[in-house]
């Protein structure tokens, strides 16, 4: 039996990466192999993406394009064979979360489809949503900066860091619920065990209808 793709999608702070690793535990414990993978995690994209974001300026098409790019060498070396062996694969950001960045700085969402056409659908996806303030306060304490790119100053929201990245995340958000009409939005705001037992509900019972 083949495995399944499950596609944690959200902002940075959302929460993603803290539910990828408790959710591939649990799943672990119940007797599932998982493999993770997400974006800017391939070995042959990863770096070039995180040299290139680091420059403002550059083109955001040609950004998309490394994403999709660096998912693709994942899927293909990574997930599609662990899956085919049975394997359950978490994506830590996956198609949505491109679409809604991609959308929130102006990219056609008819030329996004056709480029992530090329990737496979996730079974099941997630989308993780919380307050502006609470993903700035979980940055700020993960890393103790903003990340320029994703705080939206690359699209002139405004001069001011702070509430430039409000502005951003509330129609990132926006838009990532709008293109996750087929999946579930999870609010992460509330207490981490329970969303941690919410996604694992969830996951759970996309599993056992296979």
Aim: proline share 2%; net charge neutral.
């Amino acid at each position: 039996m083949e495995g399944k793709i499950i596609a944690l999608e959200g902002s940075e702070g959302s929460g993603r990466t803290y539910h990828v690793s408790s959710l591939k535990a649990y799943l672990e414990e119940q007797g599932y192999g998982v493999v993770t993978f997400g974006l800017g995690m391939s070995r042959l994209m990863g770096e070039p993406i995180s040299k290139k974001k680091r420059d403002i300026v550059f083109q955001r098409r040609t950004l998309f394009l490394a994403y999709v790019t660096d998912l693709a060498d994942q899927i293909e070396n990574e997930v599609k064979p662990m899956v085919k062996a049975g394997f359950l694969a978490i994506a830590d950001g996956y198609t949505s979360t491109l679409k809604a960045w991609g959308l929130t700085r102006g990219l056609e969402e008819d030329w996004m489809n056709y480029v992530l056409s090329a990737l496979p659908v996730a079974n099941l996806s997630l989308g993780l949503v919380s307050t502006p303030r609470e993903i700035m306060r979980r940055i700020l304490r993960k890393k103790g900066v903003l990340d320029p790119l994703s705080s939206g100053i690359d699209i002139c929201i405004n001069g001011e860091l702070f509430s430039s990245y409000e502005t951003y995340l509330n129609t990132f958000q926006d838009n990532l619920r709008k293109v996750m009409q087929d999946g579930v939005i999870v609010d992460t705001s509330r207490s981490f065990e329970v969303v941690k037992a919410e996604i694992a509900n969830l996951v759970g019972e996309r599993i056992e209808k296979a």
